[in-house]
């Protein structure tokens, strides 16, 4: 193992202690929903944190106290307006300081010293910090898009918990992202004073990926939102209907899956060896797969003539 492999594996900062605890949690999660149904957990609150949208309909019953603290599903978009908001500001600072070597500010500079920013010089770090962001404001951008313009939200809701957790999950994402810059003082530190000579292989794979997994989801997305529509695109009905189509034919929510791949695209794009990062593919994976499978279970219940073919959330496996 090389000296800066044994350093990533050493250093424990917050930022990745915080995704590894999440990643934790979420595994917890997803073995306790795989027990027999005579073990599984009964604790209304557990259930109620773990489920959201139509997953609440199988869960157990939902004690008043519980139903108190629901907010619409459709209040995702919220989610999508403060990424688009908070991002673009990061992304703006970093073009500042990459481009016109203008400082950070001195309170978001502090603020990625005490989350780990990374200190040392050197790599394609400077690169693929900048592509990562602009991936994840991209990606921001089409699902706030898909939010006001293509879904169709029933009446299904979530818990206040998971709304705040939502609106917090994408400043700590940016953040995540803009603390792998290589730091110089305030300033981004580039290698060699120019960016574009840090364009390595994986910058083209990881974008390429990210443009595939990203078309995937949005006509997943698409299929969903036309199962409530007719012919001539207008909204009959807000009822649950068995999907067909795309990765449809293979997994429960293909959508996903292809979040998963959207974020393993930016894995690939930091160069495969960014620990950080691929703690919060992780998550991404744990918590993608628990949400997977409550979906696959609702639709099994609700569907006698489901195709027993498909899997959750992994083609062929899981």
Known sequence: MTPR?????????????????????????????????????????????????????????????????????????????????WNGFLLWCLIQSLFLEAPFPSWLHGLLRILGAAQFQGGELALSTFLVLVFLWLHSVRRL????????????????????????????????????????????????????????????????????????????????????????GVVIHCNHRIPFGDWFEYVSSPNYLAELMIYISMAVTFGFHNLTWWLVVTYVFFSQALSAFLSHQFYKGKFVSYPKHRKAFLPFLF
């Open 5 to 85: 492999a044994e350093a990533e594996l050493s250093a424990l900062n917050p930022l990745r202690a915080l995704w590894l605890t999440l990643a934790a949690a979420f595994l917890l999660s997803l073995l306790l929903q795989l027990l027999p149904p005579g073990l599984l957990p009964g604790c209304a609150i557990f259930q109620d944190l773990i489920r959201y949208g139509k997953t609440k309909f199988g869960g157990p019953p939902r004690p008043a106290a519980c139903r108190a603290f629901d907010v619409p599903k459709r209040y995702f978009s919220h989610f999508y307006i403060i990424s688009v908001l």
């Open 145 to 232: 898009f898909e939010c006001l313009y293509v879904s169709v939200f029933s009446s299904v809701m979530i818990h206040i918990v998971q709304y705040c957790f939502g609106l917090v999950y994408y400043v700590l994402v940016g953040l995540t992202v803009l603390s792998q810059v290589p730091m110089d003082g305030r300033n981004a530190y580039v290698t060699g004073k120019n960016l574009l000579m840090q364009t390595r292989w994986f910058h083209i794979l990881g974008m390429m990926m990210f443009i595939w997994s990203s078309a995937h989801q949005y006509k997943c997305h698409v299929i969903l939102s036309n199962l409530r529509k007719n012919k001539a």
